[in-house]
């Protein structure tokens, strides 16, 4: 059976992390270097990096970080927000990346992925897609720009372009359930996961323990993205790890 892997998000705008609810109100919750210290320490699989702020569309806030968090972590580190070209994904790689996230850009130009699978690899390559459920439409719709653009494409045609270009990994995030804390989309999840051969990484609406292990047992993910969990109460990686594995769901030793 594949390990399983517990990855928290940070998300960053004007150099601190936030934290928002359903892509809107971010409020500042750190800094990002102590706290990538911390979830190194609490055995994180994982991290993940996403620049967020609107008015910032490039990889300078990304490329700044890179070195200081890369001193007190020694986790797969993943970046995101701004990568628009191969060169992008290139900075961000030889400056200590390990994986590179691309959203928005894969809309406009899909090619971009196979372009940078090319020079690094498919395993250095995640795809982030965003989405909200429309209650009229009855199905899931795909949005870009921090979840500001819908797009026409259908989630199922978007899911098989990404596939096709030869992306490594899905990062899927429910805008409806970012930062409410309720529980992740656990029909998202397996509906994801139903359509395509990638690994999958499901995000938005850990409040507790008890949410991820209804993804783990219930879905087809292969790892869990957490935000909120571990910013507001006692959680971390370590806690939640050994609460899932008494439940039989397995992670790989660190």
């Not at 059976?1 to 809107?24: N, S």
């Not at 300078?60 to 060169?87: H, K, Q, Y």
């Not at 494409?153 to 372009?161: M, T, V, Y």
């Not at 995000?203 to 783990?216: D, I, K, M, P, S």
Request: aromatic letters at 6%.
């Amino acid at each position: 059976m594949l390990k399983k892997r517990i990855i928290p998000v940070q998300l960053l705008a004007g150099g601190r992390l936030v934290k928002t609810k359903r892509f809107t109100a971010p409020r500042d919750v750190g800094d990002p270097v102590a706290s990538s210290k911390v979830y190194n320490d609490q055995s994180a699989d994982e991290l993940i990096i996403l620049n967020i702020a609107r008015g910032e569309s490039s990889i300078a806030p990304l490329l700044n970080l890179i070195e200081r968090i890369s001193e007190v972590t020694f986790m797969p580190l993943a970046m995101g927000g701004g990568i628009r070209t191969v060169d992008d994904a290139e900075r961000l790689i030889r400056n200590g990346c390990d994986k590179i996230i691309l959203n928005s850009a894969c809309y406009r130009q899909p090619g971009l992925i196979r372009s940078i699978a090319h020079s690094f690899g498919s395993q250095a390559i995640i795809v982030g897609v965003d989405v909200r459920f429309d209650g009229e439409l009855g199905e899931y719709v795909c949005y870009s720009s921090c979840g500001e653009v819908r797009e026409s494409i259908s989630l199922k045609e978007h899911l098989g372009c990404i596939e096709e270009h030869g992306a490594g990994e899905l990062f899927i995030n429910s805008i409806d359930r970012d930062g409410m804390m309720t529980g992740y989309d656990t029909e998202l999840a397996r509906l994801v996961v139903n359509q395509t051969r990638l690994p999958v990484i499901a995000c938005g609406g850990a409040g507790h323990v008890g949410h991820l292990q209804e993804l783990f047992l219930e879905t087809g993910v292969q790892a869990a993205a957490c935000g909120s969990l571990f910013n507001f109460g006692d959680n971390n990686p370590i806690r939640v790890k050994a609460h899932l594995t008494n439940s039989g769901i397995p992670f790989k030793r660190i």
